[in-house]
């Protein structure tokens, strides 16, 4: 865990499919080292995007490493698929599996670092020995299925409890924040408490894409400095 710096993973979900190896040279020159990729069943989340294949494509275009979103019902039947295909962190949504442990030990053994996922209207409660197994928790800051949706200020108290529960209890996982992130919602997010940014829309629909990247960057390290500071941010939703 990188305590330096908050990354930004851009999300190639708002990239030009037609152009994917130069939007992916955009990003990575601009400094990233991990890409999300979302995937989508219309099933769990409205939307059907990548699958496997698409995966193992993005793969062979990329140096970086490749943050897979799983959002899809019965994710224990494609998870050694995915892995395969090159995903080297995989994270599943814990509403989608009745009992987390086990996909997350099969993740780990099949070497894919392994997380899962949890949407705003989840809370923590109950979750303790899941977190434990996890490298990496993804914090939903919108609901998930589309992209280009507005940051839910409402979770960032969720994610700040995510936060100090991870202090409290010693581990050791990576909080990623997914949705609506943009150069003022990167701020208060890593305030909050999380060690990656992902970024889809405000990084790919900006026109220059590296500078969007570099942008959020620096609005990471302004939240991660003010993060002792509690009054920094309101924790509760406006209005």
Known sequence: MDTDRVRVAPSLLSADFADLASEIKRVEEAGVDLLHIDVMDGHFVPNITFGPMMVGAIKRLA??????????????????????AGSDYVTFHVEAVGEAGPLLEEARALGARPGVAVNPATGLEGLDDVLAACDLVVMMTVNPGFGGQAFMREVVPKIRALYDLRAERGWEF???VDGGVNA?????????????LVAGAAVFKSGDPGRAVREIARAG???LGKRGDTSAFPLAPPG
């Open 221 to 223: 390290l302004r939240g």
């Open 63 to 84: 140096s970086s490493d490749l943050d897979v979103h799983l959002m899809i019902s019965e994710p224990h039947r494609y998870l050694d698929r995915f892995v395969e």
């Open 174 to 176: 990576e909080i990623e």
């Open 184 to 196: 003022e919602t990167a701020e208060v997010a890593a305030w909050a408490g999380c060690d990656i």
